[in-house]
Each structure stands twice: as structure tokens, then as C-alpha cells.
């Protein structure tokens, strides 16, 4: 299983284990993969070590992208966001201490702002892939799916079905290393751009990768300005239920009600481990949403 993205790195095991009515983003050229480096010495797949945090809420620490591997503690999320629809910037923040010349900046908010919200799914393709695309079909939601470049070799079929049906995709490396930041740079060439052309071989003429999301949310001027380089921005959330850690189902649907905001971004998991959990809190969230007078929107920045 792998440790969510909010939480500290765990090695990968095999990992186990939509349509909406908000804005209707129009996608940005297909992004193609250049300059992949040879891929050598990849580590051995993860098993989950982390044990949940009852007090990790939402939380988007720096190192750590709810895909199974835990945030580093004491960063918080951002400030609920506020609408934003029309600003050239919307969506994207500085994180604190950055290099005025970092090239990506983290997105962290809907594309429209207002009373939007994104859902995205990391570490998959896997077993829960299917159970939550039918459950987002059935409540006409769109969602993106943060891919592992290792996962979609073994389930391309998941990511075409998930283009079909009108999601979009988000590069989560070939083999979610961690930490991130310090692997070197070819490494993470490799892990970043392999893992998009192999998103875009699995999803055929066409395909597009808007986004990359950092193993653990440890993002680097050095990964950011990799990803920009291949056409795709930095996303990060700022809803984060910890369903990586398996909390129980109350857990992970009464920490997104309690923390979701007009032009949230909310961290789930469909691969990395068991995540039956997350489907049974989705069956719950997804309709509650539509009751708040929710809509489902895209990350900024696609």
C-alpha cells in the first residue's frame, strides 16, 4: 500500500485495491514527453508504514501528497479559498519561502472558483479505479486522476475509460519516489516525463497531462521547473481526509464536510492499497456535495 500523499514515504507494493456540471474547462494542447531519461534503479514498490493521525486534518504539508505517503508535520493547508472566476492568476499560490523565480507556483483551487469543488485521486490505476468512476457517473461528477506511470503500464484500460468519460489526468511520477526532492535530477526527469508519455501512450492521440503532482506534495524549485518544462502545472489541494491511512469511513467523510470551501481541492486515493474506505466515503460525500450546492469542477491551471 502506498502512504498518502499527505504523510511520510513508504515503499509501494502492487498497488490494490465521471461528469460534471461545473465549468466545462476546455483542455490545452496535448502534451508530449521530451528528453525522458533512461529509467534505472527504481526503487522497490511501497507498503504502507504510516499510521493515521487523528489529528491531521486538512492538512497540506510540504513533502507529502496524500498518495499514501504522510505530510510532513506542521504545515497546514491554505486559507479556504474565495471565489476567483476570471482572475488570470486564480487558483495558483507561492508557497511560503520560495525562490521569487520558481516557474510553477502550487494550484490549490478550482479552475471557476464559487462554489465549486475539485476532486482528485491519486496513486492509481487500481482495483478501487472502477468502483469510483461509476460512482462519479452516477452523480454526473468530474474528477482528475493523478497517475502512476508503473500502475497505468499495468491498466491502461482504466485510463482510457477515464478520458471517455470526460476526467482528466495529472502525472504522479513513474514509481512515486520519496523524497522527492532529493533524488537527483535525472531521476526525477525520468519520473516525471516518463510517467506523462506513458499516460499519453495509454490514453492514446490525444491525450493530455495538465498537471503534475509530487509524490508526498514535495514539490522543488527543481521538480516544478521539470514539470513546466513539459507543459504542466504544479497541483497541490487543500482538502486532505487522510483515506490513504484508512481512518474509517466517518472519519474521511466528516473531515472533507468539515473542511471543504468554495473552490476546494480535495486529496483521495484510488490505488496504493486498500481503499474500500475511500469508495464508501465517496458513496456518501458525492451526494452530500450536490445537497451543499456543490458543483464539480477542474483544478485551476488545465
Known amino acids: 500500500m502506498i502512504a498518502g500523499c499527505g504523510s511520510l514515504p513508504a515503499q509501494r507494493t502492487s498497488a490494490d485495491a465521471g461528469r460534471t456540471t461545473a465549468a466545462a474547462v476546455t483542455p490545452r494542447g496535448t502534451v508530449g514527453s521530451t528528453g525522458a531519461a533512461a529509467a534505472t534503479g527504481i526503487p522497490a ?4 508504514s504510516a499510521t493515521p493521525s487523528p489529528t491531521a486534518t486538512a492538512t497540506a504539508p510540504t513533502g507529502s501528497d496524500g498518495d499514501g505517503a504522510p505530510d510532513s508535520p506542521g504545515t497546514t ?13 486564480a487558483g495558483v499560490t507561492t508557497p511560503a519561502g520560495s525562490p521569487s523565480g520558481r516557474p510553477n507556483h502550487i494550484i490549490r ?29 452516477e452523480y454526473h ?7 502512476v506511470g508503473n500502475e497505468v503500464t499495468r491498466d491502461p484500460g482504466a485510463v ?10 495529472c502525472d504522479h511520477t513513474v514509481d512515486h519516489p520519496q523524497p522527492m ?13 516518463d510517467a506523462q508519455q506513458w499516460i499519453v501512450d ?9 498537471w503534475f503532482r509530487a509524490p508526498g506534495g514535495d514539490f522543488s524549485a527543481d521538480n516544478e521547473q521539470i514539470a513546466a518544462d513539459h507543459g504542466m502545472r504544479s497541483l497541490g489541494w487543500s482538502v486532505d481526509p487522510r483515506d490513504w491511512s484508512r481512518p474509517g469511513v466517518p472519519a474521511i467523510v466528516a473531515n472533507v464536510q468539515q473542511h471543504v470551501r468554495p473552490g476546494s481541492v480535495v486529496l483521495m486515493h484510488d490505488g496504493g ?15 452530500w456535495l450536490v445537497a451543499q450546492g456543490y458543483t464539480f469542477d477542474f483544478p485551476a491551471g488545465g
Not at 514498490?45 to 504502507?48: F, W
Not at 493547508?77 to 492568476?89: E, I, L, N, V, W
Not at 461528477?141 to 497517475?147: I, V
Open 45 to 48: 514498490q511501497r507498503t504502507a
Open 77 to 89: 493547508a491554505p486559507a479556504a479559498p474565495t471565489s476567483t472566476a476570471g482572475s488570470p492568476s
Open 109 to 137: 483551487t478550482t479552475a471557476s472558483g464559487g462554489r465549486t469543488v475539485a476532486l482528485t485521486f491519486d496513486d492509481g490505476p487500481g482495483p478501487a479505479t472502477r468502483p469510483i468512476l461509476d460512482l462519479l457517473a
Open 141 to 147: 461528477a468530474h474528477a482528475t486522476f493523478c497517475e
Open 160 to 169: 482510457r475509460r477515464i478520458l471517455a468519460e470526460g476526467h482528466r489526468l
Open 181 to 193: 526532492h532529493t533524488q537527483p535530477h535525472d531521476r526525477q526527469v525520468h519520473e516525471i516525463a
Open 202 to 210: 495509454a490514453g492514446g492521440p490525444g491525450t493530455q497531462v495538465a
Open 273 to 287: 492499497g486498500d481503499r474500500s474506505q475511500t469508495i464508501a466515503a465517496l458513496r456518501q460525500l458525492l451526494p
